[in-house]
């Protein structure tokens, strides 16, 4: 046997190593991790999840036969893992398809469910805390701060009427958008991988635009109103008998795509916000992420 051959051609070796890593894992989850937040991402990353779009997807999966459907997204998974949230209970629709997901055990769900019920509690005794303080001179500064926001509600209204509004395009400039001739800013964006080397080519706009024809790809229509502008486009590359080689075609409900294409998908949103500040959409400007 060569010295350093690797340890996946032996079965053996290879269980018993990912045993003792699962062993170890289950030993100093309960003693390690302060916070729901931080217990939920050592499973996540211990199931071999890489991204939070990547648990949603798989959390969407495993419900067609379970439950009726619920949508789980990703802000709600990056919220429980950065502790701005927790599931209202274990009893959570949305808790219980990731759970399944990750095929949590029955000691992962204890543990889960005293930082659950920790957090509850330290809510309801700051809220009982709060509400024994409140006597005639905080009540005073309660009102003070009610006049307060009435004035700067009253301001942002008046700001409003008065051509604040944002207002989204209903085209996409074209001077700032190029696409193939097969109407793609990224051909093969749905059997490739994106490199970075290919976006810092790209301008804002074509990199909104690349990042939503994987959803188009499927048919994904796009009702809202700041995405007009994109829906016009992708409009444009319809399938009619003017345009034979058209290849967008509207569908309705939810599209699916394949691992590589929500990995692109990320890529790109990755790129718009850390490389570029912010995402566009048909008001032309920069967004922040979230």
């Known amino acids: ?106 000691d992962d769900l204890k543990q889960i469910f005293k930082f659950i019920e920790t957090d509850v509690g330290l809510s309801v005794e700051t809220e009982t805390k709060t509400n024994l303080t409140i006597n005639s001179k905080s009540l005073k500064w309660i009102l003070v701060g009610l006049a307060g926001v009435l004035i700067v509600v009253t301001a942002i209204a008046f700001l409003t009427n008065n051509g604040s509004k944002i207002t989204y395009l209903d085209q996409i400039p074209p001077t700032q958008l190029r696409v193939s001739e097969t109407g793609f800013v990224i051909p093969n964006s749905e059997t490739k991988v994106i490199s970075e080397r290919i976006l810092e080519t790209l301008s804002g706009w074509e990199l909104y635009v690349a990042r939503n024809e994987l959803f188009a790809r499927k048919g994904r229509p796009f009702v809202k109103v700041s995405s007009m502008c994109l829906q016009k486009h992708f409009d444009s590359w319809a399938k009619t008998e003017a345009n ?47």
């Open 1 to 106: 046997m060569e010295i350093g051959t690797p340890f996946r051609k032996f079965p053996i070796i290879r269980y018993k190593y990912q045993l003792v890593k699962l062993v170890c894992f289950s030993m100093s989850s309960h003693k390690s991790y302060g916070s729901f937040g931080e217990y939920f991402t050592a499973i996540m990353r211990e199931r071999g999840f890489r991204s939070d779009e990547q648990l949603a997807r798989r959390a969407m999966q495993v419900q067609e036969q379970l439950f009726p459907r619920v949508n789980v997204q990703r802000r709600t998974i990056n919220n429980w893992r950065n502790n701005k949230s927790t599931p209202r209970s274990i009893d959570d629709q949305q808790f219980k398809l990731v759970a399944l997901a990750l095929k949590l055990s029955d």
């Open 244 to 290: 034979p080689n058209g290849w967008y075609s509207k569908k309705s409900g939810d599209v699916r795509l394949s691992d590589l294409e929500y990995r692109n998908a990320e890529i790109i949103r990755n790129y718009e916000c850390k490389a570029r500040g912010g995402q566009y959409n048909c008001s032309g400007q920069l967004n922040e992420c979230y």
